[in-house]
């Protein structure tokens, strides 16, 4: 489990494809990875990923299952490429963001960059069919940060978000132009909600 507050950021330094294995070797900043053994859980861009073996001090590897590849902007990784990290959620430790997974469900694609004064207001385009999961005022997940959506109009397929000049500073999004694939997992607690409502209105109308 993570809570979507981004810790700092990681550089990809290698991918190797071993038959239907990606192989990502990340570096990572001085002392972040301080205590962790291979095995353990940490999110890139919001993916939950695997420690696979630890290549000195500040690095790691990490497996990818085409599965990943498949959900993730993964597929488009390669040597230089910056990520958002996170560590593992430990029992006691203060949520500053909201729970999430780190299983992402959709890649969306930055439509707009619109900086306002010191901030920066983003434009995102995704699927439709997951529009159904967010809401003006709501949580989302994007490249592992917690967000609070500003927009989202379900006609167009798209979203906003704003973002204050600490996150662009801590995060890749300081980075970001327009075409760029984000890594999205929407608020799980929002999705419930919508598909339970939404079967018991199937139900009620397959009863009449």
């Not at 609070?148 to 980075?175: C, H, M, N, Q």
Request: with cysteine; proline share 4%.
């Amino acid at each position: 489990m993570f809570t979507g507050i981004v810790q700092g950021i990681a550089t990809v330094k290698k991918v190797e494809q071993r038959a239907d294995i990606v192989t990502l070797t990340v570096s990572f900043p001085e002392g972040a990875l301080d205590g962790i053994v291979q095995g353990a859980s940490v999110s890139l861009d919001g993916c939950c990923l695997t420690v696979t073996s630890l290549p000195g001090p500040n690095g790691a590897t990490f497996d990818l299952v085409p599965e990943t590849l498949a959900r993730t902007g993964f597929r488009a990784a390669a040597a230089g490429t910056s990520l958002n990290f996170e560590r593992s959620l430990r029992f006691g430790e203060e949520v500053g963001g909201h729970i999430l997974s780190g299983h992402v469900d959709f890649v969306a694609e930055v439509a707009s960059v619109e900086p306002i004064g010191h901030s920066r207001v983003l434009t995102f385009r995704c699927p439709h069919e997951w529009t159904r999961y967010l809401f003006t005022k709501g949580y989302v997940a994007l490249n592992g940060t917690s967000l609070t959506l500003t927009g989202v109009d379900r006609e167009r397929g798209e979203f906003t978000v704003s973002l204050i000049p600490e996150t662009l500073s801590k995060t890749t999004f300081g980075a970001v132009s327009p075409g760029a694939p984000v890594n999205v997992e929407v608020d799980r607690s929002t999705q419930a909600i919508v598909e339970t409502v939404e079967r018991v209105m199937r139900d009620m109308g397959a009863r009449r």
